[in-house]
Nanobody
Framework: QMQLVESGGGLVQAGGSLRLSCAASGSISGITDMGWYRQAPGKQREFVATTTSNGRTNYADSVKGRFTISGNVKNTVYLQMNSLKPEDTAVYYC??????????WGQGTQVTVSF
């Protein structure tokens, strides 16, 4: 089993920055990908960013140039969010995939961006 624990959410004004952290524990040796998804009220959960064990990263078009994912998929992964917009308001979930494509989710952390 593996556990993912997020931290770093909060309230920020538009144009501000936040840094989210996701710490993995348990059966972490088999992790191949870690990343972030988000879900706004009344909307479906959507992909934000991911990083792989060989260092490749991928971003949703809506966050390219503003968000940066970094860290080690077998330890802690970070999401640096700059130039935040009100439409970035959502619950942000950490997501991990292991070698057998099993998925794991964190409990989520709220990010609120005010006008």
């Amino acid at each position: 089993q593996m556990q993912l624990v997020e931290s770093g959410g909060g309230l920020v004004q538009a144009g501000g920055s936040l840094r989210l952290s996701c710490a993995a524990s348990g059966s972490i040796s088999g992790i191949t990908d870690m990343g972030w998804y988000r879900q706004a009220p009344g909307k479906q959960r959507e992909f934000v960013a991911t990083t792989t064990s060989n260092g490749r990263t991928n971003y949703a078009d809506s966050v390219k140039g503003r968000f940066t994912i970094s860290g080690n998929v077998k330890n802690t992964v970070y999401l640096q969010m700059n130039s935040l917009k009100p439409e970035d308001t959502a619950v942000y979930y950490c997501h991990a995939v292991n070698w057998s494509t099993r998925e794991y989710w964190g409990q989520g952390t709220q990010v609120t961006v005010s006008f």
